[in-house]
């Protein structure tokens, strides 16, 4: 008992630095949320906690204003018709990258995976300039495959660091055995390597889903400011005018573009800490 006491009290101080860090964490989300059933008259005047004391003031008039926004269903068809390929397309090239860097010797590998790995520190900023022009010459600035392929090649560095060290720490014996069986590179990877990396895959759809869905400069950029394919940060953003004004308007459509990332994450979220772990453990 006094070993099971002494272990208690030593965990004591962790759990309560975890729980000031979950504090700090959700407080400003808890205002945003609180705020967007206030009236904008109050949110400008008062702070959100004040609706302790008044919890009659609560109403749904900045959800009305944000749905009946011009073009807001259209964006949210956009934005699911721009994330959903946008997911796929990457991660499907990154299995098949991650399945020969990790498994087929070929020459150049680890140069050119050490290339790949080089362009994770690469900022965005630097590519707009140059693919825009490509964009232009090409027809592709302001549609959907070009847009795809963006988010597709952007992506694509860390998938493939990922599903890499991921494939990589799988049981060589189970390679051998396939092989000895008769199996070929395609039956091993779409029969064995793609079942058995499940938890990792659905982490990089959560990675992948969350940022497409959230991104708006790379939207701004190569799909400018169209409402026929515009998606919904960049609808949002429209909500406010040139001044400033109706702001208040945004927390309520914030937590309306929110509701599929969090169905994504907590359909997803079993895998989520299982992928990450097990594609850190050999590199």
């Known amino acids: 008992m006094s070993n099971g006491l002494s272990r208690l009290f030593k965990k004591i101080p962790l759990h309560a630095i975890v729980i000031a860090i979950v504090l700090v964490w ?7 949320f609180v705020s ?7 949110i400008a005047s008062t702070g959100w906690w004040t609706v302790i004391t008044s919890p009659s003031e609560l109403t749904l008039d900045l959800y009305r204003q944000a749905l009946a926004g011009e073009g807001m269903a259209q964006s949210f068809m956009n934005s699911l018709f721009i994330s959903i390929p946008a997911t796929v397309i990457p991660i499907m090239i990154a299995a098949f990258a991650a399945y020969a860097f990790a498994w087929m010797s070929f020459p150049g590998r680890n140069i050119l995976f050490t290339i790949i790995v080089g362009l994770l520190v690469v900022p965005l900023q630097m590519t707009f300039i140059p693919i825009l022009r490509i964009y232009n010459q090409t027809g592709l600035t302001g549609s959907f495959l070009g847009i795809w392929l963006a988010h597709a090649a952007y992506g694509l560095p860390f998938s493939i ?3 890499r060290n991921f494939f990589g720490s799988l049981p060589r014996d189970l390679f051998e055995s396939a092989f000895l069986d008769g199996a070929s590179s395609f039956d091993i990877f779409f029969r064995l390597v793609m079942p058995l990396s499940v938890p990792s895959l659905a982490s990089l759809v959560i990675f992948q889903f969350m940022w497409v869905w959230n991104d708006l400069l790379v939207a701004l950029i190569y ?4 409402p026929s394919v515009a998606p919904m940060t960049v609808t949002i953003s429209n909500l ?4 400033g004004g109706n702001w208040q308007v945004l927390t309520a459509a914030a937590f309306i573009s929110m509701i599929l990332p969090l169905l994504v994450f907590f359909t997803l979220q079993r895998y989520f800490v299982k ?5 850190s453990v050999k590199g």
């Open 26 to 32: 959700i407080t400003p989300s808890l205002g945003l």
């Open 240 to 243: 406010v005018n040139s001044l």
């Open 275 to 279: 992928g990450i772990l097990a594609g």
């Open 223 to 226: 799909l400018g400011g169209t």
């Open 161 to 163: 660091y990922l599903l």
């Open 36 to 42: 967007s059933f206030r009236p904008a008259d109050r």
